[in-house]
């Protein structure tokens, strides 16, 4: 088994690339070895010391490590960790994986629809390529909340992704959006 990696543009993590399918539907989101309890794969990568998030995607593995550890210490265990993984022949979740937009109620419905097919058809592609995602949280007077994932959540140009990108793209195409904003999980 042969493990790529990218850099991203959180210097804070890396995306691996085991060359196989990882999810088959959906994303999942580790901010924490206690979220983990669902994913075996998950749960092997916080055995590393270190690592501080596990993000899944589906072709891809977004792993978070702490500040002091630099990725030359720490990227041959993650490297390892991964390939047992897939070599013990067990799943990647036990469970369903499905990190989706979230409900919303009430009367801006069709405002939000467009908001979520924005979204995945113009930004979560692409955010995909750099090992995070961003999902829907909210749609309220006018201001867009999302909740950002993987390498997007703690990154030093998320803040500039959501103004400079997904705002004006949401403001270009609905113009009752007038700002965008993050949310914590």
Same mark, same amino acid.
């Given at each position: 088994?042969? =493990? ?11 995306? +691996?690339?085991?060359?196989? /399918? ?7 989101? +580790? ?16 055995? !590393? ?8 995607? &589906? ?14 210490? #720490?990227?041959?265990?993650? #490297?390892?960790? =991964?390939?047992?993984? +897939? /070599? $013990?022949? /067990? ?19 069709? =405002? ?5 097919? @924005? @979204? ?6 692409? !955010? ?14 006018? !201001?867009? &909340? @999302?909740?950002? /994932? ?6 030093? $140009?998320?803040? @500039? ?11 270009? &195409? ?12």
């Amino acid at each position: 088994m042969f =493990i790529q990696t990218e850099s991203t543009p959180n210097p804070a993590t890396l995306k +691996f690339l085991p060359g196989q /399918q990882v999810l088959e539907l959906g994303t999942a989101d +580790f901010p924490s070895a206690e979220a983990a309890t669902t994913s075996p794969l998950a749960k092997r990568l916080f055995a !590393v010391d270190g690592v501080t998030g596990v993000f899944l995607g &589906y072709d891809f593995i977004t792993v978070t490590k702490t500040d002091n550890l630099e990725w030359p210490h #720490l990227k041959p265990a993650v #490297l390892g960790a =991964i390939m047992e993984h +897939f /070599q $013990s022949g /067990q799943p990647v979740m036990e469970g369903e994986a499905v990190s989706a937009h979230r409900a919303h109620d009430g009367e801006d419905g069709a =405002i939000v629809e467009q908001i979520k097919e @924005l @979204l995945d058809t113009r930004v979560r592609p692409a !955010v995909a390529q750099d090992g995070g995602d961003i999902t829907f949280h909210g749609f309220d007077r006018g !201001v867009v &909340y @999302l909740h950002m /994932q993987g390498s997007c959540a703690g990154c030093p $140009s998320s803040t @500039l992704t959501l103004k400079m990108g997904i705002e004006n793209l949401l403001r270009h &195409y609905i113009p009752e959006v007038l700002e965008v904003r993050p949310v914590a999980a």
